[in-house]
């Protein structure tokens, strides 16, 4: 079946260092890759996403890259911040006849000051 | 524009109950999707309704059933509970487009 595989499970920078979280996705007919970004008791939230016609996003700190040949895809952080530290989490989503996301185990970052 | 909103937010059942969790889409939202986070599994898909339909479901058994009302408020429902089904429940409403919002989650914990 569908799987999103996403490393490292955890990673710890200093601040200001960048991050980069990789992932690897299996269904070729995925579409659309967002990136979660979730704190301890609150609901993930949107950081980032990309779509496959598009190679590269950036926004601020943050950038997607999307490798659609090799079916994978990376976030990048630069200038990491304390409050940067939480779980992000890479999925994969097929938009056909409706929208179907499947999720990276996720990747615990800690930021250290 | 108020968020998705998720009812209750903490549950406490026994095995071999049942539960119904609820979900209220953003305004103007038709399409919702149910997912379920455990520390050890992630976060998985259960299933994704659009005008009361269920277009897309996960890999889970058939004590886990949804449904979507005329409003898009939807309910997922858990028969025969056991205790790996203790976990975050997670729902998530968006529009046409991509961005899926998530709501708060139920915590469920089964004893």
């Known amino acids: 079946g569908e799987n999103v595989e996403q490393h490292p499970s955890t990673l710890s920078v200093q601040e200001g260092d960048s991050a980069v979280i990789k992932c690897t996705y299996s269904?070729?007919?995925?579409?659309?890759f967002p990136w979660y970004k979730q704190e301890l008791g609150k609901r993930p939230q949107l950081i980032i996403d990309?779509?496959?016609?598009?190679g590269e996003k950036k926004d601020q700190r943050i950038a997607v890259t999307l490798n659609k040949t090799a079916k994978h895809f990376s976030l990048h952080i630069t200038e990491t911040q304390p409050e940067d530290s939480a779980v992000y989490f890479c999925?994969?989503?097929?938009?056909?006849?409706?929208?179907?996301?499947?999720f990276g185990a996720g990747t615990r970052l800690f930021v250290k000051a | 524009k108020a968020g998705v909103t998720q009812t209750p937010r903490y549950l406490i059942k026994t095995r071999g109950q049942q539960v119904t969790l609820s979900c209220s889409p953003i305004s103007g939202h038709r399409s919702v999707s149910w997912y379920q986070q455990t520390p050890g599994q992630g976060l998985q898909f259960l299933f994704e309704?659009?005008?009361?339909?269920?277009?897309n479901k996960g890999n889970f058994p058939g004590r886990f059933s949804g449904r979507q009302f005329s409003n898009s408020r939807s309910e997922m429902n858990v028969s025969t509970l056991e205790l790996g089904d203790s976990a975050l429940y997670l729902c998530a409403s968006y529009r046409d487009t991509d961005t899926q919002y998530f709501g708060p989650g139920t915590r469920l914990t089964v004893l």
């Open positions: 990309i779509r496959s016609n598009v």
């Open positions: 999925a994969a989503s097929t938009i056909s006849g409706g929208f179907k996301t499947i």
């Open positions: 309704y659009f005008s009361e339909t269920q277009r």
């Open positions: 269904d070729s007919a995925s579409n659309y």
